[in-house]
């Protein structure tokens, strides 16, 4: 009998993502970027950050039945996707240099069988003959290579590993490409084509404005004090001190540790992160930021691309960006779940400095290719003019990317960066003070020619110091404090003159010279400003920060102690399975449970971001946390965002919630291991380990050998003896993490009835 054509329709569509991943709408170019994927059409799509791509290759293969590989860089991001993934009932797995040998043979076999539709791989692995051979004999019907932007030259993360992508076409011939990235300029996206040979090609591009972010550009004067300031300013109301998840970018690993440890001074727990540190360290950084047992990570670039951590509040980078589009992807790690975020640049002239002399930095191989270096020191001056400029930063960053930028609701600004929310202003008489500062400099020169002293350039540092009229050892032994212009500026704050002197060397009206000694010296424009024949723009702060339109309206209607309480739910549980808070639900679907209060399990199906799959696994416990916390409070529920009426959902292929059960309880009854329970009752193992624990609570099961062997009982039992049974997380921390939480809660379970 033929097999029946797949239903690939608009409706069948929308079922699927309403019955996984609980939404009832796609975001913009989701729907044309999925079509093409099951009308086996190669297409690129270039969505921002937070913008749902993933979706575009994670929905096909449900509809389909035929498997998708996903191409992806790094370890981490497959590991926390795969994490998501599971929990919300899509078979994936992923295969890398951290699993075994028997992990990889169990991922291999599930995928040839069919049992995966999802399997992600690294570029070098994706093209290993092998792979080829088996990707074949599952049928796979599409491989999607994420970060795509990575095989171009042209772009601002090229990854040499990459261009081996580039005969995927000729070793793999019948499948669809999808190619995806957050970030590519026109140029970069030609070359994406080019280089994967895409075949005519759906080109969907979004809209590059993340409209949720508010932007704040800052000269870099008091680093650790700025940061402390800005990160101070994401500290959650319940949950304790830096609740919300900051990011701090470095462009040194030296910088990372010693911006992490100053911040720690202030009160502020903050951890470096960079690839020099030892591995297991660096993994217990990246675990603490995405589980949030740490909030504040000072990181090179590197950190974050891996990191699906949906409620960073905040990125602050604290040097220039090398391009635009790096500043593009990394601020775009803020607001992943829509919701507002902060992104602040502080920035220094002598940024310019260190990116070029990295980038001309000899490598392995020699020079770098001359056109690379001027790629990419072109991509640095872009990202300096948009630092320096002095229009709305949403607009600068939508038109480098080739796209006219329309404000919100007919307004003449974005309303959410320092520009338009009045934050920044033209200081008074900017003409005569750049005239000052510029005047002292040359009287440096004027006064060794006439002192008879020898010709010393001087730092930033020096010259702010003589413009406010401080009497130094130093300035006393040249003989500064005789000058015309020694404290002209006095009665302006240091911060502000050397900002001041910053925004004047990005003009041209001097300039730093390179190397370990920075000196400040004329340029052959000075001369032109100080005759007034070019005009200056000095910019200075008019206001302390202000609260977006945007960021006021996300809370409208929320209860902050519920969600805060529901935060603290969320956090549990996660802990008790070993995965991110996120991955249980997003802040933005617990914010609308603490504006809708829903008062059955049913009605949650109306929340955003509650599929089946979750409904069954968590629903329970977060109706009763809001049911509990409405009656102690006399709070009205059933408000807001729920729709009494059920929505029409797609017919599950499964059994019923209560028959699964009933299938579960069977064959633990006869002493079915968790893995064999989950296949044949259609729920996860962390159910199927549910389920056990309930019968070991009801006395069914006496005997736990046939899933925990007596040496993990002796050792799991030891520690709860010595670390209390109330939290799972301290004790597998103290087993160093051989055991895993399935276990862990049967062998509590265990305990407690042998108590």
Same mark, same amino acid.
């Given at each position: 009998m033929p097999t029946a054509e797949p239903d690939l329709s608009v409706d069948s569509i929308r079922s699927v993502l309403r019955d996984v991943w609980g939404h009832e709408q796609l975001r913009d170019l989701q729907e044309p970027a999925i079509r093409a994927a099951l009308d086996g059409r190669d297409s690129l799509v270039v969505l921002p950050t937070g913008g749902g791509k993933s979706l575009c290759y994670q929905l096909p293969p449900l509809l389909t039945g035929k498997p998708t590989l996903i191409v992806s860089p790094l370890i981490s991001l497959m590991n926390d996707q795969v994490a998501s993934l599971t929990a919300s009932g899509v078979p994936a797995a992923a295969l890398h240099s951290g699993l075994g040998n028997a992990e990889l043979r169990s991922i291999e076999g599930a995928f040839e069988s069919g049992e995966l539709k999802l399997l992600f791989v690294a570029p070098e692995r994706l093209m290993n003959p092998g792979l080829l051979s088996m990707a074949k004999r599952a049928g796979v019907a599409c491989v999607a290579i994420d970060e795509a932007h990575c095989i171009s030259a042209w772009g601002h993360d090229f990854r040499p590993e990459y261009r081996q992508l580039a005969s995927i076409r000729q070793r793999l011939p019948d499948v669809t490409l999808q190619a995806l990235t957050a970030t590519a300029t026109p140029r970069v996206r030609e070359d994406i084509i080019a280089q994967l040979a895409l075949r005519d090609p759906e080109v969907l591009v979004g809209v590059f404005d993340r409209p949720n972010l508010t932007y704040r550009v800052l000269p870099r004067v008091k680093l650790e004090e700025q940061v402390a300031e800005i990160a101070s300013r994401h500290r959650g109301s319940g949950m304790g001190e830096g609740e919300e998840g900051v990011i701090v970018y470095c462009l040194s690993r030296k910088d990372t540790e010693r911006l992490a440890d100053g911040l720690t001074s202030r009160g502020i727990d903050a951890r470096a992160y960079h690839a020099g540190l030892a591995s297991k360290k660096r993994s217990r950084v990246e675990r603490d930021f995405t589980t949030e047992r740490v909030n504040v990570v000072c990181a090179t670039v590197a950190f974050g691309m891996g990191i699906d951590r949906s409620n960073v509040r905040c990125v602050i980078h604290a040097c220039l960006p090398r391009s635009v589009e790096a500043f593009q992807q990394e601020t775009g790690r803020a607001g992943r779940d829509g919701l507002p975020g902060e992104c602040v640049l502080l920035h220094s002239p002598a940024d310019i400095v260190r990116w070029s002399r990295l980038i001309e930095m000899p490598g392995d191989y020699g020079p770098p290719d001359p056109d690379f270096v001027k790629a990419q020191l072109d991509l640095l001056n872009q990202m300096r003019a948009i630092a320096t400029g002095g229009e709305c930063r949403h607009k600068a960053l939508s038109e480098h990317f080739g796209q006219t930028y329309t404000p919100p609701e007919g307004g003449e600004g974005c309303g959410a960066c320092d520009i338009c929310l009045g934050e920044l202003k033209e200081a008074d008489d900017a003409e005569t003070v750049a005239k000052k500062i510029i005047s002292c400099v040359a009287r440096f020169a004027h006064h060794a020619e006439a002192t008879g002293s020898p010709a010393t350039q001087f730092g930033a540092k020096h010259l702010v110091e003589v413009l406010a009229g401080a009497r130094t050892k130093r300035i006393e032994q040249f003989g500064h404090h005789t000058l015309s212009t020694y404290a002209l500026l006095s009665e302006t704050p240091r911060d502000i003159i050397d900002a001041f002197v910053n925004q004047l060397i990005d003009q041209g009206a001097l300039a730093r010279a390179p190397g370990d000694r920075p000196v400040i010296h004329l340029t052959d424009a000075s001369r032109e400003f100080l005759a007034g024949r070019r005009s200056v723009r000095l910019i200075?702060?008019?206001? #302390?920060?202000?609260? $977006?339109?945007?960021?006021? #309206? +996300?809370?409208?209607?929320?209860?902050?102690?519920?969600?805060?309480?529901?935060?603290?739910?969320?956090?549990?549980?996660?802990?008790?399975?070993? @995965?991110?808070?996120?991955?249980? !639900?997003?802040?933005?679907?617990?914010?609308?449970?603490?504006?809708?209060?829903?008062?059955? /399990?049913?009605? &949650? &199906?109306?929340? +955003?971001?509650?599929? +089946?799959?979750? &409904?069954?696994?968590?629903?329970?416990? !977060?109706?009763?946390?809001? @049911?509990?916390? *409405?009656? %102690?409070?006399?709070?009205?529920?059933?408000? %807001?965002?729920?729709?009494?009426?059920?929505?029409?959902?797609?017919?599950?292929?499964?059994?019923? +919630?209560?028959?699964?059960?009933?299938?579960?309880?069977?064959?633990? &009854?006869?002493?079915? $291991?968790?893995?064999?329970?989950?296949?044949?009752?259609? *729920?996860?193992?962390?159910?199927?380990?549910?389920?056990?624990?309930?019968?070991?609570?009801?006395?069914?099961?006496?005997?736990? $050998?046939?899933? @925990?062997?007596?040496?993990? !009982? /002796?050792?799991?039992? #030891?520690?709860?003896?010595?670390?209390?049974?109330?939290?799972?997380?301290?004790?597998?921390?103290?087993?160093?993490?051989?055991?895993?939480?399935?276990?862990?809660?049967?062998?509590?379970?265990?305990?407690?009835?042998?108590?």
């Amino acid at each position: 009998m033929p097999t029946a054509e797949p239903d690939l329709s608009v409706d069948s569509i929308r079922s699927v993502l309403r019955d996984v991943w609980g939404h009832e709408q796609l975001r913009d170019l989701q729907e044309p970027a999925i079509r093409a994927a099951l009308d086996g059409r190669d297409s690129l799509v270039v969505l921002p950050t937070g913008g749902g791509k993933s979706l575009c290759y994670q929905l096909p293969p449900l509809l389909t039945g035929k498997p998708t590989l996903i191409v992806s860089p790094l370890i981490s991001l497959m590991n926390d996707q795969v994490a998501s993934l599971t929990a919300s009932g899509v078979p994936a797995a992923a295969l890398h240099s951290g699993l075994g040998n028997a992990e990889l043979r169990s991922i291999e076999g599930a995928f040839e069988s069919g049992e995966l539709k999802l399997l992600f791989v690294a570029p070098e692995r994706l093209m290993n003959p092998g792979l080829l051979s088996m990707a074949k004999r599952a049928g796979v019907a599409c491989v999607a290579i994420d970060e795509a932007h990575c095989i171009s030259a042209w772009g601002h993360d090229f990854r040499p590993e990459y261009r081996q992508l580039a005969s995927i076409r000729q070793r793999l011939p019948d499948v669809t490409l999808q190619a995806l990235t957050a970030t590519a300029t026109p140029r970069v996206r030609e070359d994406i084509i080019a280089q994967l040979a895409l075949r005519d090609p759906e080109v969907l591009v979004g809209v590059f404005d993340r409209p949720n972010l508010t932007y704040r550009v800052l000269p870099r004067v008091k680093l650790e004090e700025q940061v402390a300031e800005i990160a101070s300013r994401h500290r959650g109301s319940g949950m304790g001190e830096g609740e919300e998840g900051v990011i701090v970018y470095c462009l040194s690993r030296k910088d990372t540790e010693r911006l992490a440890d100053g911040l720690t001074s202030r009160g502020i727990d903050a951890r470096a992160y960079h690839a020099g540190l030892a591995s297991k360290k660096r993994s217990r950084v990246e675990r603490d930021f995405t589980t949030e047992r740490v909030n504040v990570v000072c990181a090179t670039v590197a950190f974050g691309m891996g990191i699906d951590r949906s409620n960073v509040r905040c990125v602050i980078h604290a040097c220039l960006p090398r391009s635009v589009e790096a500043f593009q992807q990394e601020t775009g790690r803020a607001g992943r779940d829509g919701l507002p975020g902060e992104c602040v640049l502080l920035h220094s002239p002598a940024d310019i400095v260190r990116w070029s002399r990295l980038i001309e930095m000899p490598g392995d191989y020699g020079p770098p290719d001359p056109d690379f270096v001027k790629a990419q020191l072109d991509l640095l001056n872009q990202m300096r003019a948009i630092a320096t400029g002095g229009e709305c930063r949403h607009k600068a960053l939508s038109e480098h990317f080739g796209q006219t930028y329309t404000p919100p609701e007919g307004g003449e600004g974005c309303g959410a960066c320092d520009i338009c929310l009045g934050e920044l202003k033209e200081a008074d008489d900017a003409e005569t003070v750049a005239k000052k500062i510029i005047s002292c400099v040359a009287r440096f020169a004027h006064h060794a020619e006439a002192t008879g002293s020898p010709a010393t350039q001087f730092g930033a540092k020096h010259l702010v110091e003589v413009l406010a009229g401080a009497r130094t050892k130093r300035i006393e032994q040249f003989g500064h404090h005789t000058l015309s212009t020694y404290a002209l500026l006095s009665e302006t704050p240091r911060d502000i003159i050397d900002a001041f002197v910053n925004q004047l060397i990005d003009q041209g009206a001097l300039a730093r010279a390179p190397g370990d000694r920075p000196v400040i010296h004329l340029t052959d424009a000075s001369r032109e400003f100080l005759a007034g024949r070019r005009s200056v723009r000095l910019i200075e702060p008019a206001v #302390a920060p202000r609260i $977006s339109k945007r960021d006021t #309206a +996300s809370w409208e209607g929320v209860d902050r102690d519920l969600f805060d309480r529901l935060r603290a739910l969320r956090s549990q549980i996660a802990e008790d399975r070993g @995965v991110p808070p996120y991955i249980i !639900f997003s802040d933005n679907t617990l914010r609308d449970m603490a504006r809708a209060r829903p008062s059955k /399990t049913g009605l &949650l &199906l109306n929340i +955003s971001g509650v599929g +089946s799959r979750k &409904l069954e696994e968590f629903g329970d416990a !977060f109706v009763e946390a809001i @049911v509990s916390h *409405c009656e %102690a409070g006399e709070i009205e529920m059933d408000t %807001a965002l729920v729709d009494p009426r059920p929505r029409q959902r797609r017919p599950a292929p499964a059994r019923s +919630s209560s028959s699964r059960n009933e299938a579960a309880y069977r064959l633990l &009854l006869e002493s079915a $291991s968790l893995d064999t329970v989950a296949e044949q009752a259609g *729920c996860t193992t962390g159910t199927a380990a549910k389920r056990l624990v309930e019968l070991i609570e009801e006395g069914k099961v006496s005997d736990i $050998s046939p899933w @925990v062997d007596q040496e993990t !009982f /002796t050792r799991a039992d #030891a520690a709860f003896a010595e670390l209390g049974d109330e939290r799972l997380k301290p004790v597998r921390d103290h087993l160093d993490e051989e055991i895993d939480y399935d276990a862990l809660h049967i062998v509590r379970a265990m305990r407690t009835r042998q108590l």
